[in-house]
């Protein structure tokens, strides 16, 4: 894991984010399996088509590697849930029937996995240089917030109604 500029950070599986919005790594362990398991049983894929579907499903905020995904196709053909054919010069991976059965029983991760990944997409692309200028301005503004109410015994509604006048205002500056 590197470090890249205040709170910053990129971790080996190729995406950055800011440490202080409270997200740690993209996928938990098996989970990127299961999402790639999961894609193929929704269409026959490469590998380069993974890495761009869960860019996509993402909202941009994470795109794996190849030295991430092709270990992984070759873990689930090795355990028999997925099958390898070559076609026009690209390997096309496909679910078996035991490839099925384990999307069917593992649903609702996958459901939850892709539910988070649309939460991060919601933030945007967190390395964006427009994200990264006001990052230090949002981390002031949380800090004030959170200093008024646990030290200087501001009403927390006062300050909840602060924070909604300001995200009402920016939404608003969104539609112009």
């Given at each position: ?12 599986n ?11 790594r ?21 590998g ?7 860019e ?6 994470y795109?794996?590697?190849a ?7 070759q ?14 010069g ?11 059965v ?8 996958i459901d939850?996995?892709?539910?988070r ?20 301005h ?19 509604d ?19």
């Open positions: 894991m590197e470090r890249h500029g205040r709170g910053h950070t990129r971790h080996g190729g995406m950055t984010h800011h440490r202080r919005m409270g997200r740690g993209f996928f938990e362990g098996g989970e990127m399996r299961l999402t790639m398991l999961a894609l193929i049983a929704e269409q026959p894929r490469h380069y088509d993974l890495m761009t579907e869960m996509t499903r993402s909202g941009g905020v795109r794996p590697s030295g991430s995904v092709y270990p992984k196709l873990q689930l053909e090795d355990e028999g849930l997925i099958t390898a054919t070559r076609e026009d690209k390997i096309i991976y496909s679910v078996i029937d035991a490839g099925l384990e999307v069917e029983r593992e649903r609702e991760t939850r996995i892709w539910e990944a649309k939460e991060w997409g919601d933030w945007g692309h967190p390395s964006h240089p427009a994200a990264m200028e006001i990052a230090r949002v981390d002031r503004f949380a800090k004030t917030a959170f200093m008024a109410v646990t030290r200087r015994g501001v009403d927390p006062v300050v909840r109604q602060i924070i909604g006048r300001a995200q009402r205002e920016i939404e608003m500056k969104e539609a112009d």
